[in-house]
């Protein structure tokens, strides 16, 4: 098979000279400075996007404030129904959003259509939902009456302001969409700060935003490296900060909006997420099932599975499967449809990876299957499985990011649970078994925001998602997102 050929409109869009999306519209920047977009597939430059100062970032914050002003007073139903007109507009667009997508991020067009734009479009529906479902409570007080007076209480739950949504590469469409949809959803506007890496689609997407009928600054899009965003944080005009990304980046995010007038911060942070397989687990399904947690988009998901963990009797069984379907796997272009394994999405990433081989190979681990850089054009990665030494070996313990998956024999579940437990991390973790009545007394144990059973990476948004420990503060989906979106405010009456 070949590579599907560029919708006319994407070419079209790659040949803009992109600017900055201020109040409703592209906008050159102040700035003169540039930002190569580089294609993962072939390492080519396909676009280039401003790298923002401080005079854009001053006229995206007014916009922003201008904007929530507006959005603000709103009427819930009219929120909603704007938000359900851009899911529409995504829709309408879905196959201009996707090939955007692989061309920036370099993952494959089956998961770009899918999942960044099928489940944006589902997420934001989702969201929009709760436009007219914010709600506070009436209370009654026990104040005593020293007259006859009566007194009675309620609660409002008010948009928090302007926040700033700053997104990473690795689902920068459908992680972009959470972060807007929970602020426009309950009434703040938003500017969202795209990873230099992958700036296109939401760029797009805000153009759609206006179609849909969002006034002009509830939806702002600011390019640039690392400072703008932390320029945003410090800002005294913005309100809010929800970052998705590493953990020590986060934990400096969370320093720098503490340390701004304590703006408020949501953190989705990355993990060490772990994989235990019980010993009744079906070997095809659990090599399956190890294909989904850790190798989905070349293992670039916060919530991937890196630890792998399975009985000393049967892990052997395990890692040959599991690098028989690797090696099997079609590795090439992501526009090809029928490539099953794309690029990591840049260069620094798949050298630092590079850089996980030459540790696992000075600390003795086995590398069972891959463990090497493609020689390609383009930013490939083979797809590794690891037998490590110890729970002290680096893979076990840095988080990698990348298709590694590393494992490690135990003996018995009080074992495995410990092992399980045993990182500062905590974002997610599954279980692989076909005793349900077991799995159900292990999850409570298990340290992580999220435990799947017999699954892995998959998220909905009825279900809130977010990490404890070390990987992040905060609750994006569910109904719990308003809580983080949203100031509480107390009203006591006499009467």
């Not at 580089?38 to 995206?60: F, L």
């Not at 090439?332 to 690029?343: N, Q, R």
């Amino acid at each position: 098979m070949s590579d599907i050929p560029l919708l006319p409109q994407v070419r079209a869009f790659l040949e803009r000279d992109h600017g900055l999306f201020i109040h409703g519209r592209s906008v050159s920047a102040q700035s003169s400075q540039r930002i190569e977009v580089v294609n993962p597939a072939d390492a080519q430059v396909i676009a280039r996007v401003s790298d923002a100062g401080e005079a854009d970032i001053d006229a995206a914050v007014a916009s922003a404030r201008q904007g929530f002003n507006a959005w603000s007073q709103t009427a819930p139903a009219l929120r909603s129904s704007v938000l359900h007109k851009l899911a529409d507009l995504l829709e309408q667009h879905a196959e201009e959003l996707a090939q955007l997508e692989t061309l920036q991020s370099g993952k494959i067009i089956q998961i770009s259509r899918a999942f960044e734009v099928g489940q944006a479009a589902h997420f934001l529906r989702y969201f929009a939902g709760w436009a007219t479902k914010i709600t506070g409570q009436t209370i009654t007080p026990s104040l005593p009456s020293f007259n006859g007076e009566q007194y009675t209480a309620y609660t409002l739950r008010q948009p928090i302001g302007v926040v700033v949504g700053i997104v990473p590469w690795n689902f920068s469409t459908m992680i972009a969409i959470w972060k807007l949809a929970s602020a426009l959803t309950t009434g703040c506007s938003v500017i969202i700060k795209p990873s230099e890496f992958t700036p296109l689609t939401i760029l797009r997407i805000a153009e759609l935003g206006i179609e849909a009928g969002l006034p002009a600054g509830a939806l702002n899009v600011i390019t640039g490296l690392g400072k703008v965003g932390q320029a945003l944080i410090e800002h005294p005009g913005t309100d809010k900060v929800s970052f998705t990304g590493s953990v020590p980046t986060g934990i400096a995010v969370g320093k720098t909006a503490f340390g701004a007038n304590l703006t408020r911060a949501t953190l989705e942070l990355g993990g060490k997420n772990s994989v235990g397989f019980l010993p009744d687990v079906d070997i095809d399904k659990a090599v399956a099932g190890a294909i989904e947690a850790g190798f989905l988009h070349s293992g670039q998901i916060c919530a991937a599975g890196e630890r792998f963990f399975a009985p000393r009797q049967r892990i052997d069984e395990l890692m040959e499967k599991l690098s028989q379907r690797l090696a099997a796997l079609k590795i090439g272009s992501p526009l090809d449809e029928g490539t099953e394994f794309g690029p990591v999405t840049n260069r620094t990433h798949q050298h630092k990876l590079g850089q996980f081989f030459e540790r696992a190979r000075a600390e003795q681990c086995t590398i069972v299957h891959g463990g090497r850089l493609l020689d390609r054009e383009g930013f490939y990665v083979e797809p590794t499985v690891i037998l490590a030494r110890s729970l002290d070996d680096t893979l076990l313990k840095e988080e990698t990011f990348g298709p590694i998956a590393t494992f490690l024999p135990y003996d018995d579940e009080e074992e495995l649970l410990a092992m399980m437990n045993g990182t500062p991390y905590g974002l997610s973790a599954s279980l692989w078994t076909n005793d349900l009545g077991k799995a159900m007394r292990m999850v409570p144990r298990i340290e992580a925001g999220t435990v799947w059973v017999n699954m892995h990476t998959l998220l909905d948004p009825a279900v809130p998602f977010g990490g404890i420990k070390a990987s992040g503060i905060g609750r994006e989906f569910g109904s719990a997102f308003i809580d983080d979106y949203t100031e509480l405010k107390s009203v006591m009456i006499r009467h």
